[in-house]
């Protein structure tokens, strides 16, 4: 069933992706100017920032279903099957793919100490580490970090828009739903898919990497549902200060011209907000 649902989501993207890139590209440029000079400063200030709630939560509540009945059974059923070890092997696999992506937003954003570090890690995990199957350059403690297109436009001083639940993919913004899209052009993976007219290995790829996301935090995940008194504004609340965080920390090591690794940027907030199959 899984694979269905990311089949179709394929053909979809193939079919309509000049249509997604314009609309995407016209509900920025509407939902940025739509904040007057005036009222700009009290909007922010609430830290809400979510005028299409209605819809949204609409969208939240089919995710929450798929999530339920589909994501949840499958993320389970995978951590009975595999060991820890080869979700682990999986995990370092589907990080590495992502490598070039992070190394792109380094360059893009001016932190070439932070672009240095992540060539090293991928020449070490694809070579020494068996194509990244083995996180080598963890253990001789060169730091990952994970970047997004999303938070270089933040870094660049795009306004977020308003916050926004995509299908299946949940919590975004709309300039972290235009990162997406660009993303999805600067993945080389996706060039050799279509060089190669490969295409069962995007469905195949979303699918293992929503899955193996989501058993690493499957327990974090319960745990927010479980204390949460609003599972939507919750999840609202953390996603868009996670993000505002990331990118006010990225700005002040920018200034301060003391570059850092962002450790902060966990797999829990990635695998919900920049990738996988729940967010």
Known sequence: MLISCMLLLDCFYKKNLLFIKII????????????????????IDEQINDPLESINKITFSI??????????????GYRQIVPSFGRNLVRNFIDN????????????????HDAAITLKRFLLNTTVGILGLID?????????HKNDFGKTLGIWGIDEGPYLILPILGSSNLRD????????????????????KHYWIYP??????????????????????SMSLDYYSSMRSIYQQ????????????????????????????????????YR
């Open 63 to 76: 995710n929450e279903s798929m999530d339920t009945y589909v994501f949840h059974p499958l993320a389970t």
């Open 24 to 43: 995407t590209f016209t509900l920025i440029l509407v939902g940025c100017s739509s904040l007057s000079t005036e009222n700009k400063d009290n909007y």
């Open 242 to 277: 996670h993000r505002t965080s990331l990118i006010n920390s990225a700005k002040n090591d920018k200034k301060s011209n003391n570059p850092s690794l962002n450790k902060t940027d966990s797999s829990l907030f990635n695998m919900l907000f920049n990738t996988g199959i």
């Open 177 to 196: 739903t235009f990162g997406l899209i660009v993303e999805s052009f600067i993945d080389p993976i996706n060039y050799y898919i279509k060089n190669k």
């Open 204 to 225: 195949t790829r979303v699918g293992i990497t929503g899955i193996s996301l989501y058993e690493n935090q499957i327990d974090n995940i319960d745990d927010i549902k």
């Open 136 to 144: 080598i350059a963890e253990l001789i403690e060169i730091p990952a």
């Open 97 to 112: 793919l992502k490598t070039p992506s992070y190394f792109a937003n380094d360059m893009l954003q001016g932190n070439f």
